[in-house]
C-alpha cells in the first residue's frame, strides 16, 4: 500500500499542508475500511435475504402485501 496523505488546510490563510498519515490516523483509517467493508456484506446479505423470501413468498401465490396484511 501506497503512503496515505493527510491534508490540512488553514481556512483563514488558505495554506495547505500535506503529510504521511501517522500510525493513530493509518490504524483509524484502516479500521474505517474494515467497518465498511462489513456494513456492505450486511447490506448484500440482507438484500439477498430478501430476495429470497420474495421468491418463497411468490412461489406460495402470494406477495409483500399479503404478507404484510397477514402480519398486521
Known amino acids: 500500500m501506497s503512503k496515505l496523505i493527510v ?3 488553514n481556512v483563514t ?3 495547505e499542508t ?3 498519515m ?5 490504524a483509524q483509517y484502516e479500521q474505517d ?3 465498511a467493508q462489513a456494513r456492505e ?3 448484500t446479505e ?8 420474495e421468491e418463497k413468498l411468490l ?3 402470494l406477495t409483500t402485501d399479503d404478507l404484510k396484511a397477514l402480519l398486521g
Open 7 to 9: 491534508k490540512i488546510v
Open 13 to 15: 490563510s488558505g495554506e
Open 18 to 20: 500535506e503529510r504521511p
Open 22 to 26: 501517522n500510525s493513530t490516523e493509518l
Open 33 to 35: 475500511q474494515l467497518n
Open 41 to 43: 456484506k450486511a447490506e
Open 46 to 53: 440482507k438484500a439477498e435475504l430478501r430476495s429470497a423470501a
Open 59 to 61: 412461489a406460495l401465490g
